[in-house]
């Protein structure tokens, strides 16, 4: 860290707190609008003609609550020229891809990636005219020999966050830009902090804020933070598709973002250590986390990345879908659901098998993903002891 670059804490806690948005008090208040009043039908016709970037016009255009979290985001993002708000992270990989596709394009698509994104370019984008074709996520600089006359954009996912495959980032992007290829990356799994993605190359950074920046598991939100040059095509197509991320929401992503260092790094050393715990198990077969060697790519993830969240997977010796839900059927401390990023445990099977069309997998038994969360780690561990005991007397 240079002399002058602050810390990651100190920058989560400052950004985007500008004092015409708080008014002089600690956090942005929640500004919410639907009408703006002019003083004068001159008034009104000067807001409309004029940039309304940060400034009030109407309640959809959002007010001083999400500009001051849009601008933290953007902070955050070495390089970054602005951030749109959006109600899910969903929504946002949608509008990022609508902002730079048109009919007649090619997506490259990252096989690894979030289900919901393969969802997009296989029925929506498709029914654009828009085709997808899927590649390795290990691919690397070898990308280039994807690129054809048609490609206009590259959708990554690094981690993947079912096998969590780290991606070679900066070569994408660079066999990108020679070719004129737009870069896009849902960049959830480390954030900003851990990954400054435009700093690496990409052109649109995705977070489902959902996730680490809200926090606390009660909040749907998303961001796409863009590189210069990228943001006015970005605004313009989100406004189009009527795109507003809700002041509350927005005020609750940036209560939660004042801790999310402090909260990433407990998440990263809580599951290493039940990651290196579990590769000494029997019972496992192979632990996918990034910042062990296990994980494909785990070279880049060493190279490029600053830190590890608390997303990762493993896979089970042998033993059948059966055998995984008497495993998590029983935990005492994980919740089974989805979505990931909160203060709670989470365990899910998951059989990535089933969505991948450029790559095969070849398991050894069933997947569990663990999101893990800001209990005690002795107690986790305890509860995953007793799991897999209960898969034990499943399979043997
Ligand atoms: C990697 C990744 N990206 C995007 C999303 C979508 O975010 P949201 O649930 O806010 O739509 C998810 C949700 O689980 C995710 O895991």
Excluded at 41 to 54: K, Q
Excluded at 97 to 112: I, K, R, T, W, Y
Excluded at 221 to 246: E, M
Excluded at 284 to 299: F, I, N, T
């Amino acid at each position: 860290m240079s002399a002058n670059e602050k810390g990651d804490s100190t920058r989560v806690v400052g950004a985007g707190r500008r004092k015409q948005w708080t008014q002089g008090i600690v956090n942005t208040p929640v500004w919410r609008a639907s009408t703006i009043l002019y003083d004068s039908v001159a008034d009104l016709r000067a807001s409309g003609a004029s940039d309304t970037h940060h400034r009030l016009f109407y309640g959809r255009r959002g007010t001083p609550t999400q500009w001051s979290l849009a601008d933290a985001l953007t902070e955050l993002e070495p390089g970054a020229e602005a951030t749109f708000l959006y109600p899910s992270g969903v929504a946002a990989i949608a509008a990022a891809l609508l902002s730079v596709l048109s009919p007649g394009d090619e997506l490259l698509l990252v096989d690894s990636a979030y289900d919901p994104s393969r969802g997009i370019a296989n029925t929506l984008l498709k029914r654009m005219g828009i085709t997808t074709r899927f590649y390795d996520p290990l691919i690397g600089a070898g990308i280039a020999e994807l690129i054809g006359p048609a490609t206009r954009a590259i959708l990554m996912e690094s981690p993947g966050s079912l096998t969590f495959e780290v991606q070679d980032v900066p070569a994408i992007c660079a066999a990108a830009k020679a070719r004129g290829v737009v870069t896009l990356l849902d960049n959830t799994w480390a954030t900003p902090l851990f990954f400054p993605a435009i700093q690496h190359g990409v052109d649109l950074s995705i977070l489902a804020c959902t996730k680490y920046v809200v926090g606390h598991s009660d909040v749907m939100l998303g961001s796409v933070t863009a590189a210069p040059g990228h943001f006015s095509k970005l605004r313009d197509t989100s406004f189009q598709l009527g795109q507003v991320a809700s002041p509350d929401d927005a005020w609750l992503g940036a209560r939660g973002l004042r801790t999310m260092a402090v909260r990433l790094r407990q998440h990263q050393a809580s599951a290493l250590r039940i990651a290196e715990w579990l590769a000494t198990r029997p019972e496992v077969s192979r632990v996918l986390h990034p910042a062990l060697p296990s994980c494909p790519g785990h070279e880049i993830f060493a190279r490029d990345f600053k830190g590890s969240s608390g997303l990762f997977s493993f896979v089970l010796n042998g033993g059948d879908d059966a055998a995984r839900a008497a495993l998590i059927d029983g935990l005492e401390h994980f919740g089974i659901g989805f979505s990931w990023g909160g203060f709670e445990s989470l365990a899910l099977p998951v059989d990535p098998a089933r969505h991948r069309t450029a790559t095969r997998r070849d398991d050894a038994g069933p997947i569990v993903r663990l999101q893990i969360g800001l209990e005690d780690t002795d107690d986790l561990i305890a509860d995953l002891d007793a799991g897999l005991a209960r898969f034990r007397a499943h399979v043997f």
